[in-house]
């Protein structure tokens, strides 16, 4: 049996923003599953609004995850037939609830300097653009968490940095809650905390708001992994 994650304690704030950096293989695309729901951890509990997620049902957790967690895939994962206004208001649509996606639809629009692609289709839009709808979708639900797979992965930096700013603006004057996998120094940067994992446990964290540059952050990111892990909790 493999051991993908080893004693991994984790509490994230309501309103926090955190980013989980790590090599290959440390864990990270599989802390980020186990968030959402998408797998059961062996041992141990993961809880979202005090809700323990291993032991609802299947219906209940499809309807809780749809509901309740937003979800940003580095691929985008947008549904090709649909245009930009339909693939963000899809969760809502899927869950019946047309009067509150046509209520959240213009401020989410607007939000993202979407408007005027509001009739697109992802085959005619940029990576940046597509990855801004991928994020609107995660939040038209009002999630109580947002998990973000390396979103700017596919992008340039130019695109890549307007994700991340969008993102911060989402925790700081929305207060949403945000966990997002990233092995890049120059998007941790935007976060208020980074948690480094290693051989699938937790080395430690720190706090962004120390550093001015992300070569500075990447350094201490470095330091943190090098080290021996003696202990899981952060």
Do not use: W
């Not at 080893?6 to 994230?12: M, N, Q, S």
């Not at 005619?124 to 991928?134: F, I, T, Y």
């Not at 446990?201 to 952050?217: I, K, M, N, P, Y």
């Amino acid at each position: 049996m493999v051991r993908a994650l080893i004693g991994v304690d984790l509490t994230v704030a309501k309103g926090e923003f955190v980013a989980v950096m790590g090599a290959s293989g440390s864990g990270k695309s599989t802390l980020l599953h186990l968030l959402a729901g998408l797998t059961t951890p062996s041992e141990g509990t993961v809880e979202i609004e005090g809700r323990d997620l291993g032991k609802m049902r299947d219906r209940e957790l499809t309807l809780f995850r749809r509901r309740r967690i937003g979800i940003v895939f580095q691929a985008y994962n947008l549904i090709p037939t649909l245009d930009v206004e339909q693939n963000i208001c899809l969760p809502l649509l899927a869950d019946g609830r047309r009067r509150e996606a046509k209520s959240r639809l213009e401020p989410i629009l607007a939000t993202l300097d979407l408007a005027d692609r509001r009739k697109h289709r992802p085959d005619q839009l940029s990576g940046g653009e597509q990855q801004r709808v991928a994020i609107g979708r995660a939040m038209i639900t009002d999630p109580a968490i947002v998990l973000a797979d390396e979103p700017t992965g596919n992008l340039d930096s130019a695109a890549g940095r307007h994700v991340c700013e969008i993102l911060r603006e989402a925790c700081d004057a929305r207060g949403r809650t945000i966990v997002m996998v990233t092995h890049e120094p120059s998007v941790a940067v935007f976060t208020r905390r980074v948690v480094v994992l290693k051989d699938g446990r937790c080395v430690g964290s720190f706090e962004t708001d120390r550093f001015d540059h992300a070569d500075e952050l990447a350094a201490e990111y470095q330091a943190m992994s090098s080290a021996e892990a003696a202990g899981a909790e952060v």
